[in-house]
């Protein structure tokens, strides 16, 4: 099977509103236990903020850019989507605003674990769907098995995958039969990869009327949506954390990033995403917060090493020194950019201890002419390139800055190259087809290196059924390893699968220093940077501070916000 590429998150993603989703998988940061985080005890410890005397009341409005499809968690494709349904629905496992400890939600403790493939969660008794129906151990093993069934063809399906079965072993208590061991277990239990829907309505409506009327158990129960408009939500009394201070969340539809901004600096939304353009403006503007949030994404240019030149490894290392990064990053992303290293944002680098500066004095060379002409000349391509090299970009994309950096850099030796605008169809066709000589790239990965590694640099041929019809690779490896085919490349195949089973988590983070020093030296890429989301909204709303890690942040075990007029 074919792995569809994400430019930075965009394409399925969207324009999110303010909580940025993980479109693989992510970890958390700081200290971490052998799943990948640290575990806390008894979900009371997260706590919540005084709110006695917040005042009840208000509507907080926030801003995306498109309609969603469907509000079935299980069926959703859409980052902004995945992070607006958590006040609807509710998960196992949250992750807490720092990303250091996964904190039992609907669980009412840490998984159990009986062997290595084998997990007992106790459920709350205390927890009830809008409807006013008990969820139990029934509603959450239901869910989680329908995910898994492929006829039911949930996008969720893929991250859920290690699990086997889910069985209700008691009323309140569902054990988890995985089909391997899996390091991420705990982790892809914390978002709507995850959620529970209340099998009595979920079965009964199927997922097209489910996905038009959606039914919970969060802090805000589903009111109504309107295509271009907005959705709105409004607070559940019954919510089993505590009764939501807003009374209603509403998602206004607005196409134009500018446009969301306008209206949030006019207090017509209080929350909106912040254009690169508008920086300064929302720095200076009264009234208004602004926080930078990670997107964990990976961006940049993708040779096709099929093709001459580029599956010459002396070519590829060449035009590593013929491009400026730094430029590339300030044409594409400006000051919500940041360099990466390794092929993941630094963010991973850091919480994982990674080597990244050694990665980067070895691997990422400051711009040098000579040197790259020096390397085209021992792979023979000294006099040049007798073909035209064609660079895909997204049209009317800011990625495209990506491909004419690189084409003029090109010109700069006498090598001719043109830009080729696609469509987003036509681009993921070329990604499949390998039917291109460069192309842009990119993908939200989250903060584990699985979602990196295993996404982009695994074999597709040695997936359960290999390669599609058609399909020549995708992921940014599979060119390279149908135009090597080495022992070296199968080993790291191997390590890519083996450290998705390893729980041990230094046995995992040698691993992938391995994996990473062993793909950088065979330059598959120009690796660009990473991107952050500019996050602002009103200082109206009281208690509230949206985080990368953190579900459902205006009513949560951390926080119950409030509009202060």
Known sequence: ????????????????????????????????????????????????????????????????????PTLDPRMNELAWVNSFLPYVFDTLYVMSPDGSEFVPHLAADQPQQEDETTF???IRDDVTFHDGEDLTAEDVAYTINWILEPDNASPNRANLDFIDEVEATGDYEVTFNLSYPFALFQLNLTDMNAPVVPKHIAEEQGP???????????PFQFESQESSSHVELTRYDDYFLQQPNLDAVRMRIIPEAQVQFVELASGGVHEANVPKDLLGRA????????????????NGLLFNTMREPFDDVQ?????????????????????????NYGFMPQEVNESWDFPWEEWRDEFYPEQDYEQAQSLLDD????????????????????????????????SEIGWDAEVREVTTGQWLDQLDTGDFDVNIYGWSGGQDPD????????????DEGGLDDGVAGNASASFLYQ??????????????????????????????????????????????????????????????????FEAQPLCNQWSNSYIEE
């Open 315 to 339: 070519v590829r290392e060449a035009m590593q020194y013929l491009v400026d990064y730094d430029e590339i990053l300030n044409a594409t992303a400006g000051d919500l950019g940041e360099r």
């Open 483 to 548: 135009s090597e085919d080495s022992e070296e490349l199968q080993r790291i195949d191997e390590q890519i699968r083996e450290a998705r089973q390893v729980i041990d988590q230094d046995e995992r983070r040698e691993i992938y220093i391995d994996i990473a020093e062993s793909l950088q030296g065979m330059y598959p890429h120009i690796p660009a940077f990473s991107e952050a989301g500019a996050v602002a909204w009103s200082t109206s709303v009281q208690d509230y501070e949206p985080s990368a």
């Open 451 to 462: 979602g990196f590694f295993y996404y982009l640099f695994r074999d597709l041929r040695n």
């Open 1 to 68: 099977m074919a792995t569809s590429g994400l430019l930075g998150g965009t394409l399925l993603a969207g324009c999110s509103g303010s909580n940025t989703d993980e479109q693989a998988t992510t970890t958390t940061a700081g200290d971490t236990d052998d799943t990948g985080g640290s575990t806390t005890g008894d979900q009371s410890d997260g706590g919540t903020t005084d709110q006695s005397e917040a005042p009840l009341g208000g509507t907080f409005i926030d801003s995306t850019a498109e309609d969603a």
């Open 283 to 298: 720095r200076s503007e009264d009234g208004i917060e602004m926080s930078r949030v990670p997107e964990f994404d990976y």
């Open 379 to 410: 792979a023979g391509y000294g006099d040049g390139y007798g073909e035209t090299i064609t660079i895909s970009s997204l049209a009317s994309s800011k990625f495209k800055n990506m491909a004419i950096v690189l084409q003029d850099e090109l």
């Open 120 to 122: 007992v969660i106790p």
């Open 208 to 218: 097209e009327a489910f996905g038009e009327n959606p039914i919970g158990s969060g």
